[in-house]
């Protein structure tokens, strides 16, 4: 029997935040089979991490869930098996694997879910994708499914080690429609700026929102020095689950932008910034969209959501809600937000960027409320004071 969820603050629906998803722990979502149980420490402002089980299974092929159960694909494509447990198994570059995750669920008729990969999972450039099962879409989940999840993943740039606990993807669930529409994002905006340049907060005739309520961010180039990393070839493999394991000057190779403006070689892997800074509010998370293909032939984000209250900090908040002649400057430099990362693959062709070309959306949504805690409070690891910030694997 599923635990209770909180009713919906507004009718057109919220994603739920931390103290509601830790009260669905051990029913909505609990353990598969022979793991253990989910817990707290796993659960971010609007999401929780998903951990590995003791075995991936290299395939032939990704596949797409339909009316076959996914375990008998499974048996059709894997070529073997590899062991997680202790000291893990080198998952090695541009292979695909299929590991069963430790979580499985029981959500309410009303409850959906979606999947994510997480921040450190996108900046070592490692792909990966949810499958449940008999449901024909990556990474999410019909509303009221009930049964196990899979990740598909497939190290794109580095050979990567990874143990069962490992956490690479997250879910965060949500009743009705949490997106908010156009006109609801620039009435946030106009109350609240979302980005900055520098200390400056952004007007929103400065931004653009789209009709879809997608908010643009662009590439900052200029006055970075790099201005970003490119992944490096033939390297050794990426110890995941430690933290400042590796010089980055073995993994990755500096770029440089000249008069503003770099060429991206094709199938090469980048680390980039926004020029502006970002901060999402206590009450709202945001998810980073791919770039239209009509305006560059780049894929990015592989990781993309923004829990509530990245970039926002309230004792700032309030300092520069209150501070007046020359202490208002000091305030607006903590209020300012964080820029957001953008992990970027050019196809086809080598491609020009420029300082403040469009690079990605973000679309935001509502929560049910404001989370215990805020993105990286009590969590001294987190990207909340980020810039053109590697994976915790590397050290800065």
Not at 18 to 40: F, K, N, Q, W, Y
Not at 371 to 393: F, I, K, M, V
Request: aromatic content about 8%; charged content about 25%.
């Amino acid at each position: 029997m599923s635990a209770p969820l909180p009713p919906a603050v507004r009718s057109s629906g919220a994603l739920l935040v931390d103290h509601e998803l830790e009260a669905l722990l051990g029913s909505v979502i609990r353990a598969a089979p022979e793991a253990a149980a989910p817990t707290a420490a796993q659960i971010s402002p609007a999401s929780i991490d998903l951990r590995l089980s003791r075995h991936a299974h290299r395939i032939r092929a990704g596949f797409l869930p339909g009316v076959a159960p996914i375990e008998e694909r499974l048996r059709e494509l894997s070529l073997s098996r590899l062991d997680l447990e202790g000291e893990g198994a080198v998952l090695e570059r541009g292979l695909a694997y299929l590991v069963e995750l430790e979580e499985e669920l029981a959500l309410p008729a009303d409850v959906r879910g979606r999947f994510n990969p997480r921040s450190s999972t996108g900046r070592c450039d490692i792909f990966t994708r949810i499958l449940c099962d008999r449901h024909p879409r990556f990474d999410e989940t019909p509303a009221g499914y009930r049964g196990r999840l899979w990740i598909e993943i497939a190290p794109l740039s580095f050979p990567v080690r990874l143990k069962r606990g490992d956490r690479l993807a997250q879910l965060r669930l949500t009743r009705g429609n949490a997106a908010l529409s156009a006109e609801e994002l620039r009435e946030v905006y106009a109350r609240t700026p979302l980005c900055f340049e520098g200390t400056r907060a952004l007007g929103a005739n400065e931004v653009e929102i789209d009709d879809e309520g997608g908010l643009a961010l662009s590439v900052g180039l200029h006055g970075r020095e790099p201005c970003g990393w490119r992944a490096a070839s033939h390297t050794e493999l990426v110890e995941f689950s430690r933290e400042n394991a590796h010089d980055p000057l073995d993994y990755w190779e500096a770029v440089h932008a000249r008069d503003g403006r770099a060429i991206l070689a094709p199938g090469s892997f980048y680390i980039f910034a926004s020029r502006e800074r970002l901060r999402v509010p206590p009450e709202l998370a945001a998810e980073m969209l791919p770039i239209d293909v009509g305006i560059g032939e780049l894929r990015n984000n592989y990781a993309g959501f923004f829990d509530n209250g990245f970039g926002w900090n309230d004792a700032a908040q309030d300092a520069h809600a209150t501070a007046k002649g020359p202490s208002r400057g000091a305030a607006n430099a903590h209020a300012s937000g964080t820029p957001a990362v953008l992990e970027v693959r050019a196809h086809d062709v080598p491609f020009l960027v420029e300082d403040g070309q469009p690079f990605c959306r973000l679309r935001f949504f509502r929560t049910s409320g404001r989370p215990r805690r805020l993105y990286g409070e009590g969590r001294p690891s987190s990207y909340r004071d980020q810039d053109l910030t590697l994976a915790r694997c590397f050290r800065r």
